[in-house]
């Protein structure tokens, strides 16, 4: 559990730090990793899942 809590951090740094993302990826990364880890333990399959939606919105919106 630990380590995917560590795997869902260093991959939303790694996406805030790879191009210049959105605050909808962001905030869809840090709500999928709370998600995933409740719903099944799955923090970092959340995170990739809620910063791929997020951005997805954010772009939509402009």
Known sequence: MKYQIAF?????????VSAPASAGALKGAA???AVGH?????????AAAGAA????RANKKG
């Open 8 to 16: 869902a951090s260093v991959f939303a740094a790694l996406v805030a």
């Open 31 to 33: 709500v999928g990793a």
């Open 53 to 56: 939606i997020g951005h997805h």
């Open 38 to 46: 409740v719903a099944g333990h799955h923090a970092a399959l959340g």
